[in-house]
């Protein structure tokens, strides 16, 4: 069965850094673009950033552009994201996903069709 599972959230004051893992299992992220989404209260899911399986693009959220990366491990079935000095619009639930079909990296949530459960990060001093 195919499973994407977030860890890493929690609450996290103004200036703080957070590091989101993204797991796989049943299939390896490796061959497949990962991304990641954050979506607010009463808000659209929208696209934080996002890997090519590759890892030869990457696209960041212009609000995060400077502060994340986007990176994979040496295992094949992990990914994660650091966001260093958090703001209050970084909180919301961060979702990691994927796409057995998608190689190109796409902040569009539109194109994943595997979702995590979402991991929450609050920013609150």
């Known amino acids: 069965q195919v499973q994407l599972v977030e860890s890493g959230g929690g609450l996290v004051k103004p200036g703080g850094s957070l590091t989101l893992v993204c797991e796989a299992s049943?299939?390896?992220?490796?061959?497949?673009?990962v991304g990641w989404f954050r979506q607010a209260p009463g808000q659209e899911r929208e696209g934080v950033a996002c890997m090519s399986s590759g890892s030869d693009y990457i696209f960041y959220e212009y609000a995060v552009k400077v502060r994340a990366t986007i990176s994979r491990g040496d295992d094949k079935s992990r990914i994660s994201l650091q966001v260093n000095d958090l703001k209050p619009d970084d909180a919301g639930v961060y979702f990691c996903?994927?796409?057995?079909?998608?190689?190109?990296?796409?902040?569009?949530?539109?194109?994943?069709?595997?979702w995590g459960r979402g991991t929450r990060v609050p920013v609150s001093p």
């Open positions: 049943g299939f390896t992220l490796d061959r497949h673009a």
């Open positions: 996903a994927s796409d057995l079909y998608l190689q190109t990296c796409n902040p569009s949530s539109f194109h994943y069709g595997t």
